[in-house]
């Protein structure tokens, strides 16, 4: 069973930038679907950001022009480059793997958080 493993946050402040990195155990060419979430405190888990293998992209309306989503095949990793990041953007960010009969695979999380 393939893992991943979320890294690359932390504590940045507000107009600053983080990059998060999701590391996979196996091959993600499996997975058609790589994507992004992140939850708030008190608030449901949502999709941020994904990227099929064709290499096309989804934004949720929140992060479009500030996040970028990439999947790495060759190094089975995901990234998600994070700009002008906002107090509203902390929240645990999660990475999430999805094959096309519908399995999906989850990361453990890691923090982010802006403030000043």
């Known amino acids: 069973q393939v893992q991943l493993v979320e890294s690359g946050g932390g504590l940045v402040q507000p107009g600053g930038s983080l990059r998060l990195s999701c590391a996979a155990s196996?091959?993600?060419?499996?997975?058609?679907?790589m994507a992004w979430y992140r939850q708030a405190p008190g608030k449901q888990r949502d999709m941020i950001a994904a990227?099929?293998?064709?290499?096309?992209?989804n934004y949720v309306d929140s992060v479009k022009g500030r996040f970028t989503i990439s999947r790495d095949n060759a190094k089975n990793t995901v990234y998600l480059q994070m700009n002008t990041l906002r107090p509203e953007d902390t929240a645990v960010y999660y990475c999430?793997?999805?094959?096309?009969?519908?399995?999906?695979?989850w990361g453990q999380g890691t923090q982010v958080t802006v403030s000043s």
């Open positions: 999430n793997a999805v094959q096309k009969s519908n399995f999906q695979v």
């Open positions: 196996r091959d993600i060419f499996n997975f058609d679907i």
């Open positions: 990227v099929r293998n064709s290499g096309s992209t």
